[in-house]
């Protein structure tokens, strides 16, 4: 009883081609006419997959066909190198020896360790893939180090406004001649309310700053910001305005969704309303400062009054009516301290660059309720609770600053004694 004949699933592939060719040449045709009709014809191997062949190999296969049978086209077992048959057996003692010392040891860093010591050149080089290979084979950890797994991946979800604050950068074109433009916008997390809004020429630190210069004064001071890793906001001095200001920075790395996922949500709003008409646009004035009015009164007017999914239809405006302030928001000294010192940093240190005081508001609007920050809808009318002041009358050609104090007048006689005889019919005595 013959045994079956089992062959690989490389062997059936080449002898399914080969039969083909050695059929054509059965019936008369010559070899490499037989070999070009078969590769003109689509092949495919045991899975239904198409399977690309050249005319050298169906050659190499014919020939080891008609030399050995089907057995000749069993593909040869590769002779199993033990180590490595191009590394140095120096550099492979080391390699085990530094394993055994520390399992966790990297590749790059034991290439770096061998060429300090002297058992590599300088100017020699290794693959870290074959190193790595000859540690797989000889057996070796190559256990990388471990990391951190339990990392709490919930999106941020903060109940109050203020309590954190997204900003991120948008790269558009804008113009006729297509001029390149980043938009900067600040978001909050609870009431997606946009706060501000800036444009530029590049994503630099003095954007960022400006545009949180204008959200402290406007809205009051987060306690948190979540930043991602943009060149404006890794910078020296982003991280010490929030430090002075204080606010806690929170850098996202990659695949950090908790601060991405409402920023990015906006960013696609924001391309389809806004972004989009502004390519190639002749009516476009490419101008950071025309851009950053055109986008900052979209953000006002239409966005923050826009119902929001995630807010159960409610818009961002009506939304951050009803919630609390929490916010411990700075005085403008504090804002402009903070803010101004890293602008101009050429200026001597603790004084600060004059900005103009009619942008600035008063302590008592950055300290108002959260009722009061955000816009009331068109056709409401809301009053301003502002704290008293004494009536004051100024005097012609004199500033706010410079008021009349009420002229001191000290008491006669006259106006003592009757004074004591008021005093005197009120008690009886």
Not at 55 to 81: D, H, I, M, S
Request: glycine share 6%; proline share 9%.
């Amino acid at each position: 009883m013959k045994r079956p004949l089992i062959l690989s699933p490389q062997a059936l592939l080449r002898y399914q081609a080969v039969s083909q060719v050695e059929a054509r040449v059965l019936a008369g045709k010559p070899l490499a006419e037989a070999i070009d009709e078969v590769l003109a014809l689509p092949q495919v191997d045991l899975h239904g997959d198409p399977v690309k062949l050249s005319e050298r190999t169906l050659y190499r296969w014919t020939a080891a066909y008609r030399a050995c049978g089907v057995a000749g086209l069993e593909p040869k077992a590769r002779p199993r190198v033990e180590a490595s048959a191009v590394l140095d057996p120096r550099l492979l003692e080391f390699l085990c020896e530094q394993k055994k010392l520390d399992p966790l040891a990297s590749v790059p860093g034991l290439l770096e360790l061998a060429r300090q010591v002297g058992v590599l050149a300088e100017d020699e080089l290794v693959s870290r893939v074959t190193v790595w290979r000859a540690c797989r084979r000889l057996g070796l950890p190559l256990k990388r180090r471990q990391r951190l797994q339990q990392r709490d991946m919930r999106p941020f979800a903060y109940p109050n406004r203020m309590l954190m604050v997204l900003a991120d950068g948008k790269h558009f074109r804008a113009g006729l001649k297509r001029r390149y433009r980043v938009a900067l916008t600040f978001l909050d997390d609870a009431t997606r309310y946009g706060l501000a809004a800036k444009v530029d020429t590049s994503e630099n630190t003095e954007l960022f700053l400006h545009g949180l210069h204008e959200v402290v004064r406007r809205h009051g001071l987060m306690l948190a910001m979540f930043l991602d890793q943009g060149p404006g906001f890794i910078s020296d001095d982003t991280m010490a305005v929030l430090a002075q200001l204080p606010c806690r920075l929170i850098h996202g790395t990659k695949a950090y969704p908790e601060g991405h996922g409402k920023i990015e949500k906006f960013h696609q709003l924001l391309i389809d309303r806004v972004l989009r008409g502004l390519d190639r646009n002749p009516e476009i004035d490419p101008d950071p400062q025309a851009l950053t009015l055109r986008l900052t009164h979209w953000l006002r007017e239409s966005y923050n009054h826009r119902p929001h999914e995630g807010l159960d239809g409610d818009s961002s405006a009506a939304l951050g009516r009803r919630f609390a302030a929490p916010s411990a928001a700075p005085g403008p000294r504090l804002a402009r301290r903070a803010v101004s010192a890293h602008l101009h940093p050429s200026r001597p240190q603790g004084q600060c660059h004059p900005l103009p005081k009619r942008r600035l508001r008063s302590a008592s609007r950055l300290r108002r309720p959260a009722t009061d920050d955000h816009p009331p809808p068109a056709g409401e009318r809301r009053a301003v609770h502002r704290p008293s002041r004494p009536a004051c009358s100024l005097a012609p050609g004199r500033s706010h600053r410079q008021r009349l104090r009420p002229p001191r007048t000290r008491p006669s006689a006259a106006g003592a004694a009757e004074r004591a005889a008021s005093d005197r019919r009120a008690t009886g005595f």
